[in-house]
């Protein structure tokens, strides 16, 4: 006798899970994984540079759930403009009682950019002044959306100063911002770089901003350096910051921007602390002080949210 895998489409996850839901346990992951509760191995990555594409293989477990996942997730970025997204994955869900697959979500990237968006929304929010108001977005993809988007479910923002390498993209971003009631102007680099707090979503190779234009005081969160070759943030911010956030530690120095300023003498290899854990006891943050947290993407918030979603979906 053979049954049929459950297979859940992005219209079904989106109906299951709200954005309060993923918030919560996207938090409730990160603290998991910075309390020492998962399992994550190593992510394979594969590159495609005729294509400007790569792709990720996440897998991860929470300690003592049901479910572990192992999520295939690809960015190919030929295709410019907000219209279609870069982005494609599934997520396998595999019970870890007995290793029987008990779902397919072919969410499409969905869950990825869900939970890229709640975590760096969530240790934006954590790190960054509590007066802080303006936003510099470096990128103008779907991620750039989600992140202010996801980050005013949090806190007010009076201002996103939003720079790309392309003017048209930037604006097209800025009028999609505005329809979710987002006040939004393109900007320099510089002027992005000023803001109160940053995010960067860029698939750059080369840091996006000099880490001089940051004023004191500001919160600077990189969200896109997930691969060895990637860098947004200069490692010359990393020397000027007073607090250093990693969602990994190890997948930071390996292939994240706080890896790339330790190789290159600006940070201590063990200057990070886990982001989870300042989502658990936030740090007592000088008015003045730069914060930086970067961000590269744990299999265990995957774990986490998609098992949460298919616990929606099977309910």
Same mark, same amino acid.
Not at 54 to 74: L, Y
Not at 214 to 225: L, R, S
């Given at each position: 006798m053979t049954t049929t895998l459950p297979v859940f489409d992005t219209g079904a996850i989106e109906t299951a899970a709200t954005p309060q839901m993923v918030l919560d346990t996207?938090?409730?992951a990160l603290i998991a994984h910075a309390e020492g509760r998962t399992s994550v191995p190593p992510p394979l990555h594969m590159d495609f540079p005729q @294509?400007?594409? /790569?792709?990720? +293989?996440? !897998?991860?477990w929470i300690t003592g759930a049901t479910?572990?996942?192992?999520k295939i997730a690809t960015g190919f970025y030929g295709r410019p403009g907000l219209g279609t997204s870069h982005h494609h994955g599934l997520v396998c869900v595999i019970s870890a009682d007995t290793g029987q697959i008990r779902a397919i979500l072919n969410d499409r990237g969905l869950l990825t950019a869900w939970r890229t968006a709640a975590a760096g929304a969530l240790v934006t929010h954590a790190m960054a002044r509590p007066a802080a108001l303006t936003l510099g977005l470096f990128g103008t993809g779907e991620q750039a959306l989600l992140q202010a988007v996801w980050l @005013?479910? #949090?806190?007010? %923002?009076?201002? %996103?100063?939003?720079?790309?390498?392309? #003017?048209?993209n930037a604006s097209a971003l800025c009028e999609e911002l505005h329809k979710n009631g987002l006040p939004a102007r393109p900007a320099s680099a510089r002027q992005a770089?000023?803001?109160?707090?940053i995010i960067t979503t860029t698939p750059a190779t080369a840091p996006v901003l000099n880490a001089a234009d940051v004023p004191q005081g500001t919160h600077v969160t990189g969200i896109g350096t997930d691969m060895p070759?990637?860098?947004?943030?200069?490692? @010359?911010?990393f020397a000027r910051a007073q607090l250093i956030a $990693? /969602?990994?530690? !190890?997948?930071? +120095?390996?292939?994240?921007?706080?890896?790339? !300023?330790?190789?290159a003498g600006a940070a201590a290899h063990d200057s990070d602390t886990a982001a989870g854990q300042l989502l658990k006891t936030p740090a007592d943050r000088p008015e003045t @002080? %730069? $914060?930086?947290?970067? #961000?590269?993407?744990?299999?265990?918030? /995957?774990?986490a949210l998609a098992s949460a979603v298919l616990h929606r979906l099977l309910r």
């Amino acid at each position: 006798m053979t049954t049929t895998l459950p297979v859940f489409d992005t219209g079904a996850i989106e109906t299951a899970a709200t954005p309060q839901m993923v918030l919560d346990t996207v938090r409730d992951a990160l603290i998991a994984h910075a309390e020492g509760r998962t399992s994550v191995p190593p992510p394979l990555h594969m590159d495609f540079p005729q @294509a400007n594409g /790569d792709c990720h +293989v996440k !897998a991860g477990w929470i300690t003592g759930a049901t479910d572990f996942t192992v999520k295939i997730a690809t960015g190919f970025y030929g295709r410019p403009g907000l219209g279609t997204s870069h982005h494609h994955g599934l997520v396998c869900v595999i019970s870890a009682d007995t290793g029987q697959i008990r779902a397919i979500l072919n969410d499409r990237g969905l869950l990825t950019a869900w939970r890229t968006a709640a975590a760096g929304a969530l240790v934006t929010h954590a790190m960054a002044r509590p007066a802080a108001l303006t936003l510099g977005l470096f990128g103008t993809g779907e991620q750039a959306l989600l992140q202010a988007v996801w980050l @005013a479910k #949090l806190r007010p %923002i009076s201002q %996103i100063l939003v720079h790309g390498r392309n #003017l048209h993209n930037a604006s097209a971003l800025c009028e999609e911002l505005h329809k979710n009631g987002l006040p939004a102007r393109p900007a320099s680099a510089r002027q992005a770089a000023g803001a109160d707090m940053i995010i960067t979503t860029t698939p750059a190779t080369a840091p996006v901003l000099n880490a001089a234009d940051v004023p004191q005081g500001t919160h600077v969160t990189g969200i896109g350096t997930d691969m060895p070759h990637k860098n947004e943030l200069p490692p @010359a911010l990393f020397a000027r910051a007073q607090l250093i956030a $990693t /969602d990994d530690h !190890a997948q930071c +120095v390996d292939h994240g921007d706080f890896g790339h !300023a330790v190789r290159a003498g600006a940070a201590a290899h063990d200057s990070d602390t886990a982001a989870g854990q300042l989502l658990k006891t936030p740090a007592d943050r000088p008015e003045t @002080a %730069i $914060t930086v947290a970067d #961000l590269t993407g744990v299999g265990a918030l /995957d774990a986490a949210l998609a098992s949460a979603v298919l616990h929606r979906l099977l309910r």
